[in-house]
């Protein structure tokens, strides 16, 4: 595996690289690597001539200063795992490198996506990862970027930005990987204490509770008993949303609409996000 820092040192090695016909496969992390990032680093790997990778905590897309303060950072494992996996490429920039002096800040037209779920509460947030997510793709210059689907809304607003501002990248949506009691992989799971750990196992059975009822029972009343449970564990619930695939909600189900429930909690200072397809034949859970 080869480590980059600069820009600008990256950015020669692939015009480098383009010379011959190859595809590029990019899979963008904060770090504090686990099995979902890896999911994806295999996907690429198996679909592209190179993968790279990238290990930046982004400063522009936390709202609250001290979520960004207490970011895990892993560096030494990280590389481990990525090296093992085979990753090809690994791109480590600093603030300085991704944001410079001149930088040109964008206002990105996100419309609804950016008032609604994760864009009401946490203000900003996803015109920062715009801002970021725009300046490593013009780095990388890959073929295709990879997301998992854990992050839902954040991957409908980088398909719009991608859209928007004509990029020339295929994305694809991975699975949400995760442990074997169902808790879905986050780096932010290792700031959880044992106590928290076993709580947060309710976020999933609240899912599996939602799609189990969903045509059985109301959605009023599936939401006020989902919420009862959460709370019962301890969670300070932001949102518990049941929607249609572009996250508009919906008051009842019908088997022939895609159907996604979402989900943001915090337990302590710990905030954790999951969702799940609740009616979709064509999408796998």
Do not use: W
Not at 17 to 42: C, D, E, W, Y
Not at 49 to 73: A, L
């Amino acid at each position: 595996m080869i480590l980059f820092k600069r820009p600008d040192d990256l950015i020669d090695f692939i015009q480098k690289k383009r010379k011959s016909i190859i595809k590029i496969g990019f899979v963008p992390t904060m770090g504090a690597l686990h099995q979902g990032h890896i999911s994806l680093i295999n996907k690429s790997k198996s679909e592209n001539d190179i993968t790279i990778c990238s290990i930046f905590v982004n400063p522009t897309q936390f709202n609250n200063p001290n979520d960004f303060e207490k970011y895990p950072i892993t560096i030494e494992a990280d590389i481990e795992q990525l090296e093992l996996n085979g990753c090809d490429i690994l791109f480590m920039p600093s603030v300085d490198d991704i944001y410079p002096e001149n930088f040109q800040k964008n206002n990105f037209e996100l419309g609804y996506l950016d008032a609604i779920l994760e864009g009401k509460h946490r203000s900003g947030h996803f015109q920062g990862v715009c801002m970021v997510v725009k300046r490593l793709l013009e780095i990388v210059n890959c073929d295709v970027l990879y997301l998992g689907q854990k992050d839902y809304q954040q991957c409908m607003v980088i398909k719009k930005m991608a859209t928007d501002l004509k990029i020339p990248v295929e994305i694809k949506i991975s699975p949400t990987i995760r442990e074997k009691n169902g808790l879905a992989m986050s780096s932010r799971n290792k700031r959880l204490n044992e106590t928290q750990k076993e709580s947060a196992l309710v976020i999933f059975e609240v899912l599996c509770f939602l799609k189990e009822n969903i045509f059985e029972i109301n959605i009023d009343d599936l939401k006020e008993t989902s919420m009862e449970k959460l709370i019962a564990k301890g969670f300070d619930v932001d949102y518990l949303e049941i929607t249609d695939e572009i996250l508009n909600p919906i008051a009842k189900a019908e088997k022939k609409q895609t159907i996604v429930a979402l989900i943001a909690a915090s337990i302590g200072d710990v905030r954790l996000i999951d969702n799940m397809m609740l009616n979709n034949a064509n999408k796998a859970e």
